[in-house]
């Protein structure tokens, strides 16, 4: 059974660094890419970072570009969304995904992603 199990959320004041935390286990872990996404109240779900299996090839959305550090280590079966200088529209529930297929290409789409946590929530206050 897969689970994926996210950690690390909490309530933060604008400018405050915060790492979040994705558990994975009953998958093969270090041969899919992982993603986080978030959801913030009243709207889509949406791309945040993805992350190769090796770890080597990342990309981030624009609103996460120089400020968000996505990384993974597949001896722990986890992946990290280091997130710095924070702000009041980063307000939302993260999720990671994992996309099941070994070896496979990076994705912003999050139907391409198979499996999911349940979500941490962040806060970021002004």
């Known amino acids: 059974q897969v689970q994926l199990v996210e950690s690390g959320g909490g309530m933060v004041q604008a400018g405050a660094s915060l790492r979040v935390s994705c558990a994975a286990s009953?998958?093969?872990?270090?041969?899919?890419?992982m993603a986080w996404f978030r959801q913030a109240p009243g709207k889509k779900r949406e791309f945040v970072s993805a992350i190769s299996w090796r770890g080597g090839n990342t990309f981030y959305a624009d609103s996460a570009e120089g400020r968000f550090i996505i990384s993974r280590d597949n001896v722990k079966n986890t992946v990290y969304l280091q997130m710095n200088d924070l702000k009041p529209e980063d307000t939302a529930v993260y999720y990671c995904a994992a996309r099941a297929r070994s070896y496979g290409s990076l994705s912003r789409n999050e139907y391409d992603y198979d499996y999911w946590g349940r979500g941490t929530q962040v806060t970021v206050s002004s």
């Open positions: 009953g998958l093969t872990f270090s041969s899919y890419p």
